[in-house]
């Protein structure tokens, strides 16, 4: 199994203003495939709350997969790629373009800035914050999860998607 941590960045579920359904698309899709959800997280838009969350899973927690969702667009206050390309230690652009190349539930999800990479053992993904286009994105790169975790991890993964 591959250990799935979720952190859903929005500043207005974290305020209370709507529930985060985000998290909740993620877990469905994720069932599909050999994974664990072990954390979930939600935090406002603030950078030093982002990289807390994901330093901690990464190099405490040892998530295989850490998926972030929102604050991947182009408002001012959408930092989500900037505070995890400060933590990157290798960025893995091909993933991150697949997920933009599989517009799926809205064209929108092609101005998504997110980016992907690894630190440590971890693969760090940015999600969409909207549920649907999380989950497109996320579905895009399905076929490709199991082995990259197996790349990073030295890890051989019996359950292949």
């Not at 979720?6 to 709507?18: F, H, K, N």
């Amino acid at each position: 199994m591959i250990r799935v941590g979720i952190l859903s960045v929005s500043d207005e579920a974290a305020r209370g203003v709507y529930p985060d359904t985000t998290h909740t698309a993620l877990r469905e899709a994720l069932a599909a495939g050999p994974f664990e959800v072990a954390a979930y997280e939600l935090v406002p838009q603030e950078s030093a709350q982002i990289k807390r969350v994901l330093r901690l899973w990464a190099d405490r927690e040892g998530y295989e997969l850490i998926l972030s969702a929102g604050g991947t667009g182009l408002s001012p206050r959408d930092n989500t790629p900037e505070a995890t390309r400060e933590l990157l230690e290798r960025e893995v652009p091909g993933l991150a373009e697949q997920m933009r190349a599989c517009i799926g539930a809205s064209p929108h999800v092609v101005l998504s800035r997110g980016v992907v990479g690894t630190r440590g053992r971890s693969l760090i993904v940015n999600l969409p914050g909207e549920p649907d286009d999380a989950r497109v994105a996320l579905e895009a790169i399905f076929p490709l999860l199991s082995k990259t975790i197996e790349m990073i991890t030295g890890k051989t993964l019996t359950s292949q998607r």
